[in-house]
């Protein structure tokens, strides 16, 4: 299957630094990412929608300011925390679409990262 | 607007024990289904998908059929084991495939 590499798998870092997550599509050109936060168990909730050289959607309560995701490439998307808040430590997942599907693949089957688990001081 | 309901968790299962956990759905036009399985402390991993009406989806001895006439789209397996222990996430994606609706998980212990 698919192949999506999120890095760092883990970051600690101290409030009021910025963090930057990777999310590269390994294998296939990627039209759009997501980005999720995952509290304990809980469901995802998505952040945002970033499609190939355009400006991200953000859901709403997402502060745009404070997530700032660029998606460059087909290959790759990233994620930074700006100023990062002891609330924003939280499981983050990426995952990466190929929107029109196919061979083998539905449209909307979705690759996700391995998640970046980020503690923040 | 399209929403995902699965049953409430925590599901816990004897090792070889009958696994159902079920999902329905409500969307407009012809989604596709999924369920996904999270592993401790990982991201998600598809585990199977029906694209339409009939279809089964199975992987992994897991099993679940797209039925438009209840709109459901419930998991199967039947002989869990422990390696099984996760958390299962149901979900659907617009027929233009650009959103997927995920449903709150579903957590899944096996015990030896």
């Known amino acids: 299957g698919a192949v999506v590499s999120q890095h760092p798998s883990w970051v600690i870092c101290k409030s009021g630094t910025s963090v930057k997550i990777e999310c590269r599509s390994l294998?296939?050109?990627?039209?759009?990412m997501f980005w999720y936060r995952q509290f304990p168990k809980q469901s995802l909730m998505l952040m945002a929608t970033?499609?190939?050289?355009?400006?991200?959607?953000?859901e709403q309560g997402v502060e745009k300011d404070k997530f700032l995701i660029n998606h460059a490439s087909l290959t790759l998307s990233t994620l930074t925390v700006t100023s990062a808040h002891p609330e924003d430590s939280s499981f983050y997942i990426c995952?990466?679409?190929?929107?029109?599907?196919?061979?083998?693949?539905?449209?909307?089957?979705?690759?996700f990262g391995e998640g970046s688990r980020l503690t923040v001081l | 607007g399209d929403s995902v309901t699965q049953m409430e968790g925590p599901v816990t299962l004897s090792e070889e024990a009958f696994l159902t956990i079920n999902c329905t759905y409500t969307?407009?036009?012809?989604?596709?289904l999924f369920w996904y399985v999270q592993y401790p402390g990982e991201g998600l991993q598809l585990l199977l998908k029906?694209?339409?009406?009939?279809d089964k989806g199975s992987n992994k001895g897991f099993e679940a059929t797209y039925r438009k006439e209840t709109t459901s789209f419930h998991l199967e397996k039947g002989s869990v084991q422990v390696s099984d222990s996760a958390v299962y996430f149901c979900?659907?994606?617009?027929?233009?495939?650009?959103?997927?609706?995920f449903g709150a998980g579903t957590r899944l212990f096996v015990k030896a």
């Open positions: 294998d296939f050109q990627a039209t759009t």
């Open positions: 995952s990466a679409s190929n929107s029109h599907g196919s061979s083998g693949r539905a449209a909307g089957e979705l690759f």
């Open positions: 979900a659907l994606s617009d027929t233009g495939g650009f959103k997927t609706i």
């Open positions: 969307a407009t036009g012809y989604p596709s």
């Open positions: 029906a694209t339409k009406a009939d």
């Open positions: 970033s499609n190939e050289g355009s400006k991200a959607t953000y």
